[in-house]
């Protein structure tokens, strides 16, 4: 079983920077693709991006690219999420989450979320 836990969020103002976490345990880890996605107050969760973990070709939203970076180290199992220029959209629970192979048809790892509050 693996398990994800994510940290890193907080309160931060407008126009600030934080750096997400998301360390993975458990069995011999190795997935395909790691990703992060948010869910804000009354809305459903939305993908911000994801990245492979045998090489790192990674992909964006198109409300993170330019502003986000994901990136991983395979070494530590860690996926971390690089948040620039944050607003009050940004505002959400930020999940982690792991796709086990190129077959599975969705994420089947999800960590249990950490807040990211932007202030205005």
């Known amino acids: 079983q693996v398990q994800l836990v994510e940290s890193g969020g907080g309160l931060v103002q407008a126009g600030g920077s934080l750096r997400l976490s998301c360390a993975a345990s458990g069995r011999t880890f190795s997935p395909y693709k790691m990703g992060w996605f948010r869910q804000a107050p009354g809305k459903e969760r939305e993908f911000v991006a994801a990245i492979r973990w045998s090489d790192p070709y990674t992909s964006y939203a198109d409300s993170a690219q330019g502003r986000f970076t994901i990136s991983r180290d395979k070494a530590k199992n860690t996926v971390y999420l690089q948040m620039n220029s944050l607003n009050a959209v940004d505002t959400a629970v930020y999940y982690c989450?792991?796709?086990?192979?190129?077959?599975?048809?969705?994420?089947?790892?999800w960590g249990q979320g950490t807040q990211v509050t932007v202030s205005a």
């Open positions: 989450a792991a796709k086990s192979t190129v077959q599975t048809t969705s994420y089947d790892y």
